[in-house]
Structures are given as C-alpha cells and as structure tokens.
T-cell receptor, first 113, second 116 residues
Framework: EAQVTQNPRYLITVTGKKLTVTCSQN?????MSWYRQDPGLGLRQIYYSMNVEVTDKGDVPEGYKVSRKEKRNFPLILESPSPNQTSLYFC????????????FGQGTRLTVV | AQSVSQHNHHVILSEAASLELGCNYS??????LFWYVQYPGQHLQLLLK??????LVKGIKGFEAEFIKSKFSFNLRKPSVQWSDTAEYFC??????????????FGQGTTLQVKP
C-alpha cells in the first residue's frame, strides 16, 4: 500500500531535549516536505527536499533541521525543542515538482513542556 | 506575499443542506489548486485538485469545486451534506513559476459541523 509513515504519532518532551521525527515513503517520490499545523494558521511549510541531498527552508524553518540521505526518508530534527514548537506535524511527499498531488502522513502531535 | 484565504472558519449545517466553502488566493501567475479534508484525528486527504483544463472539478464523496481565474477563487461545493462530512477543510494553492519550490500554501481551514 502506498503510504507516508511518520513516527512517533504522539510525543511529549521537555525543553532542550533533542528529538527526531521520522518520515518514510514507499512511492519512490522525489519531493518531500514537512509542515506544522497550528489552530487558525492552517499548515505552514518548515522544510522541503526536491531530491536526495537537496533540502531547503520553507516558511518557518527556525529551530528545525532535516536531512535527505536516502530517497525514501526525510527526518525532522529538533536540536533543542522549545514550547513554541508544540504543534501537529505532517510529512508529505509528491512524485516530483510537476503537476502532482501530495500525500500526507498521519501526523505527529508534539508537546514540549 | 502569497496567501490563501478561506472565508468561513466554522460552518454548521443540517444534513441534506447544501455546502459552499469559499477560497481566494493572492498570486497572479499559474497555480495548482487543491481541497483537502481532515477528519478528526486523521491526516489530510485529497478531495479534489485542479491543474489545468475544465475549471469545474469533481472530486470524491460528491464534492466539486470551480476555479474562477478572474476572481482568484476556488470554492468548494456539495449539494447535500451528510453527518459523515463533519471535518476540517483546507484549501491549498501551489504557485507555479520561475521560483517554483513546490510549496503548498494553505488557508486557515474551515471546520464543518453537520447536525444529524
């Protein structure tokens, strides 16, 4: 089954403790991205990757890092989480930069205390 | 700056009522347009999309949307809603241009509550 898989689904952590949210897709998609969803703001792009070893900042990259060492994986790293990073995070992938639709993961609800 | 505006934040309807959710965007060039639905506790699912061609697009579950280029709008419609349509709906726009990053720009979302 074609899917985008995120882990964990729920995470509560403390300020400053490094964490990684994993994202994996099995559709051989080139383009992957991370969004955060906050009430009243919709989804905002954090980082994106057009292909292996090619990543760039989205609209709200501060406090986040990503890597794309393999085509299927696109982890989101919070080196020193802060409470303002409490949010619902979605990973998405698309076949390419062209006219293609995005597939979203199940989401990761992160709480930083 | 590019932005997407959804007119209604919270809509309450009775079953069988007709639905129209407004979406306007600010970008003068070519766009791809999408409506996504998010059922409680779930991820976003694509309802319908517009890339080119016929501006009236039909999607899943009886939803349709009309792209009116002159009004920069992409309103979502359904003739008769069901209780199972209770969800949050997001309009999204992907600008296509020389600085194409592939980013989806989302509206704030509209929460639809359908009363049985």
């Amino acid at each position: 089954e074609a899917q985008v898989t995120q882990n964990p689904r729920y995470l509560i952590t403390v300020t400053g403790k490094k964490l990684t949210v994993t994202c994996s897709q099995n559709m051989n998609h080139e383009y992957m991205s991370w969004y955060r969803q906050d009430p009243g703001l919709g989804l905002r792009q954090i980082y994106y990757s057009m292909n292996v070893e090619v990543t760039d900042k989205g609209d709200v990259p501060e406090g986040y890092k990503v890597s794309r060492k393999e085509k299927r994986n696109f982890p989101l790293i919070l080196e020193s989480p802060s409470p303002n990073q409490t949010s619902l995070y979605f990973c998405a992938s698309r076949l390419s930069l062209g006219n293609t639709e995005a597939f979203f993961g199940q989401g990761t609800r992160l709480t930083v205390v | 700056a590019q932005s997407v505006s959804q007119h209604n934040h919270h809509v309450i309807l009775s079953e069988a009522a007709s639905l129209e959710l407004g979406c306007n965007y600010s970008y003068g060039g070519t766009v791809n347009l999408f409506w996504y639905v998010q059922y409680p506790g779930q991820h976003l699912q694509l309802l319908l999309k517009y890339f080119s061609g016929d501006p009236l697009v039909k999607g899943i579950k009886g939803f349709e949307a009309e792209f009116i280029k002159s009004k920069f709008s992409f309103n979502l419609r359904k003739p008769s809603v069901q209780w199972s349509d209770t969800a949050e709906y997001f309009c999204a726009v992907r600008p296509i241009g020389s600085s194409n990053t592939g980013k989806l720009i989302f509206g704030q979302g509209t929460t639809l509550q359908v009363k049985p």
